[in-house]
């Protein structure tokens, strides 16, 4: 049984928008912080961006601040990620993962969805 499952993706033009959700099983998301990572063809798998479980303290990579939001729904077990002004270097698999903390390293997370593409095209 999978344990976080992330839907939302799609084909979207430059300047584009699309939502991303992450629905989990059970109490994973109200144990664990959660946060979105991103992984382009070729290229290692980098830290999107991520909310804590209670405070609700959100935390972006550089280059998606001002573009992305990321937000959860703690009663209905599902994370967010609300992605505007998308650009063709967005192009990537995003997953969402739940992590022992908030420091965005993919080493710090213990379970993993099994990701959702996103295209952006130009």
């Known amino acids: 049984q999978a344990l976080l499952v992330e839907s939302g993706g799609g084909l979207v033009q430059d300047g584009g928008s699309l939502r991303l959700s992450c629905a989990a099983s059970g109490r994973l998301l109200t144990i664990y912080p959660t946060g979105w990572f991103r992984q382009a063809p070729g290229k290692e798998r980098e830290f999107v961006a991520d909310i804590r479980r209670i405070s609700r303290i959100t935390k972006y990579a550089d280059f998606v601040k001002g573009r992305f939001s990321v937000s959860r729904d703690n009663a209905k077990n599902t994370l967010f990620l609300q992605m505007n002004n998308l650009k063709p270097e967005d192009t990537a698999v995003y997953y969402c993962?739940?992590?022992?903390?908030?420091?965005?390293?993919?080493?710090?997370?213990?379970?993993w969805g099994q990701g959702t593409q996103v295209t952006v095209s130009s």
């Open positions: 993962a739940a992590c022992r903390d908030s420091s965005g390293r993919v080493g710090a997370c213990d379970y």
